[in-house]
């Protein structure tokens, strides 16, 4: 990642067409970051229809505003997105990617993983 984020720690292409989203270890992420993140990743991706693996920090939490938020910008790129896989590590980020999950049903395949490798693996085997 080449500028300074308030948000991510890290940001880089897996293979051609997944993109790898580190989070910094932020207790709350509200709608500024989360602002802030889809930005980065927008510049970052030049708008490229790609599979997504977000990374989360064991402390991130989320907003209800920010969530709602999140939710509504997924919808927008909903065309950018060909698969989705959310690394979680508790019960609390679970439950928020729950509320994520049924908001976007349908609109493209997204999944929640408590282990990197097997998100990586999920993601490959989508087109």
Known sequence: MKQESNIIKSIVMRDDTTVEV???DIKTIDVNLLSEAYQILDDFTEGKRLKKLLVTAPSNSISK???????SEAQKRRNAIIAEAIVVHSLPQKMAINFYLNFIKGEYPVRYFTDRDKAGEWLSSMG
């Not at 505003?65 to 939710?71: L, S, Y």
């Open 22 to 24: 580190e989070f910094l």
């Open 65 to 71: 505003v920010a969530r709602h938020f999140g939710e």
